[in-house]
């Protein structure tokens, strides 16, 4: 049985997420996403104005005169979310945890798919491949992806972006447009995000937490890793010890954009007490200025 305040987080970010979609959001994902590719359509006789480049020749040839070949867009696409479920995305300081964020982009991208026709498909991974679900349509599968990012139990603790990169190019039968939810912390899924990158659009989204950069001045601090459950020592009034995590865990996170810039993909940065709605929506404009 699903406790009670599991089930009130669901409905909220349920209905929180389907507002937007249909008021800030409306027009600006279709605008952006297209269709997969081309199917084709139809041979018609050549009128004036036809681009040449689209004249069938073999066809014209056959009937004596200049044919073209039509093609239409398959509007209906894939969206495929590959969601970290990892022990670290637990961890959140003032503005809820990262699993949190995780769920409401996680649904604002359902929502968004939707309610263009798409279908939508998820892949829970931790440091091996914990769950499967198959692309399918419906505002009831929105509620069961929700759902299930909250109730289910993984059994890795840990993150192995390659494994879920790789079972994805496995089973994948269409172009899609995959979103990596996750904070990233893992190294070394490079050629996995090239290879995946040949024949999919695949688009990060970094969840990070403004707190996890900053030791608490308190004295003598112990960290645990949520991940590999190691404790860590360090002494907050320090000032130079300080400064080196910091530094240290920017430059992580510089890390996972540069990934994405060798891989040629898009990175959306999400920063736990930011809007998901707001940073969403600000990709998709960037998105479609750079299409224009």
Not at 34 to 39: A, F, V
Not at 88 to 117: D, Y
Not at 181 to 188: A, N, V
């Amino acid at each position: 049985m699903i406790p009670a305040h599991i089930i009130k987080k669901i409905k909220r970010i349920h209905i929180k997420s389907g507002r937007t979609v249909n008021s800030i959001m409306a027009g600006q994902y279709k605008s952006v996403f297209r269709g997969s590719g081309i199917e084709f359509e139809e041979v018609r006789e050549y009128t004036p104005g036809d681009d040449v480049k689209i004249i069938d020749w073999k066809v014209s040839a056959r009937l004596g005169k200049p044919f073209v070949k039509l093609y239409k867009e398959e509007r209906e696409s894939i969206v495929m979310l590959l969601i970290d479920m990892s022990s670290s995305l637990k961890f959140g300081t003032f503005s809820g945890s990262k699993l949190e964020r995780a769920a409401e982009v996680a649904s604002v991208l359902a929502f968004n798919a939707i309610k263009n026709n798409d279908k939508v498909g998820v892949i829970f991974f931790t440091d091996r491949i914990e769950k499967y679900i198959p692309p399918k349509k419906g505002s009831g599968h929105i509620w069961r992806v929700i759902k299930e990012i909250f109730t289910f139990s993984p059994q890795g603790q840990g993150t192995n972006i390659s494994a879920a990169l790789d079972y994805f190019a496995k089973i994948s039968k269409k172009r899609s447009f995959v979103f990596v939810l996750s904070d990233f912390l893992d190294d070394g899924y490079l050629k996995s995000l090239r290879t995946v990158r040949q024949r999919h659009e695949i688009i990060g989204v970094m969840i990070y937490d403004k707190g996890s950069f900053k030791l608490p001045l308190k004295g003598i601090v112990t960290l645990c890793d949520f991940e590999t459950s190691k404790e860590l020592v360090f002494d907050g009034f320090n000032k130079k010890t300080r400064e080196e995590f910091t530094s240290i865990r920017q430059t992580d996170h510089k890390k996972t954009l540069n990934l994405f810039s060798k891989a040629k993909s898009d990175v959306i940065e999400l920063e736990t007490s930011v809007s998901v709605s707001d940073t969403l929506l600000q990709y998709f404009r960037f998105r479609e200025a750079r299409l224009r």
